[in-house]
């Protein structure tokens, strides 16, 4: 039996990139996904559509139930739950949320300081991702409370600890690092967890645009290592690190913290799709190849420890991007 046979989850976002990857990853274990996104059939100018993600679902050997919906309306996120409440018997295993609807306004901004971009940049940034987070969790929480089980994974990134991609996308990814806390202290007695995840550098559409265009724009010197795809992760492995998760006996031990991908997958012993076990961000393994090439070639001379959270904090906010 595989180990989330009889499970339902739901992901949101998962036309493709990380939403499609984890609702893959959760098929792998054997899931009912239920996933959202607003393009239902791949169009010539759409990259990625619910149908496409659906059938890789299947091929996985999950139940995959996609549903066209737009995070920025309530109504329709409203209704979406109605729907698994009724099809599901009030059944609610996991939420993951995903939804994000920044990427334009990312591209637009990207190299530009805050004042030089709208003000609206903030609003495309965390209205279908911050926002829609907490609707999403608000519904999925009056399921899963009743039940007394449940995760909700929100998913976020090291721009909540140091500066990424601007103000906006900063502001937004620390403020679902808190909620994801704020949240577990109110679920907790109820059985039902809630954490925020952080993959690492992961080989999405966007990030793959980015490390193209990183050295014209930032001239980093750290750019051709990105650009080389070092220490990248695939959007499926952190769909298996949420299984993963999911399937933890002892989750609430978890709750209101933040995850980060690559230090689960090693601790439950999951490989990424190409065999490889990338390394955590933090960790010795990944900055000091980082910082002398020649040592990618030879990862297993460096050591796979993680820098303390205090260091690394007091190395964020020295930092001159910070």
């Not at 995070?71 to 409203?78: A, F, L, S």
């Not at 995840?197 to 990030?207: D, F, Q, S």
């Not at 650009?227 to 709750?255: C, F, H, K, M």
Request: contains cysteine; negative net charge; charged residues 20%.
């Amino acid at each position: 039996m595989k180990r989330l046979e009889g499970k339902i989850a739901l992901v949101t976002g998962a036309t493709r990139g990380l939403g499609k990857g984890i609702a893959i990853g959760l098929g792998e274990a054997g899931a009912t996904v239920y996933i959202t996104g607003r393009t239902l059939t791949p169009t010539d100018s759409v990259e990625g559509s619910l149908e496409a993600t659906r059938s890789a679902v299947e091929q996985a050997g999950g139940v995959c139930i996609p549903v066209q919906v737009d995070h920025g309306d309530d109504e329709q996120v409203r209704s979406l739950f109605e729907r698994i409440q009724a099809e599901q018997l009030g059944r609610l295993d996991l939420l993951v949320n995903n939804a994000y609807a920044g990427v334009s306004a990312l591209k637009a901004a990207y190299g530009k300081p805050f004042w030089e971009s709208e003000p609206s940049f903030w609003d495309a940034s965390n209205n279908v991702g911050l926002r829609s987070h907490y609707v999403a969790s608000v519904y999925a929480a009056r399921l899963m409370v009743p039940r007394q089980q449940g995760l909700i994974c929100t998913l976020s990134s090291w721009g909540g600890l140091s500066y990424i991609f601007g103000v906006p996308y900063g502001a937004g990814k620390a403020a679902c690092d808190r909620m994801a806390a704020d949240m577990a202290v109110e679920l907790k007695q109820h059985g039902v967890a809630s954490l925020s995840l952080w993959p690492g550098i992961v080989g999405t559409e966007l990030m793959t645009q980015f490390a193209a265009e990183m050295d014209a724009v930032a001239g980093d010197p750290q750019a051709a290592s990105i650009q080389a795809g070092y220490n990248w992760e695939t959007p499926l492995l952190t769909g298996r690190v949420i299984a993963a998760l999911a399937n933890d006996s002892n989750l609430l031990r978890r709750t209101g913290q933040v995850q980060i991908v690559a230090e689960l997958a090693r601790e439950f012993g999951i490989v990424d799709e190409n065999g490889n076990r990338p390394a955590s961000l933090r960790s010795l393994r990944f900055v000091l190849p980082f910082a002398v090439p020649a040592l990618r070639q030879h990862p297993e001379w460096v050591p796979d420890l993680e820098v303390p959270w205090p260091l690394l904090l007091l190395g964020a906010l020295g930092s001159p991007k910070a």
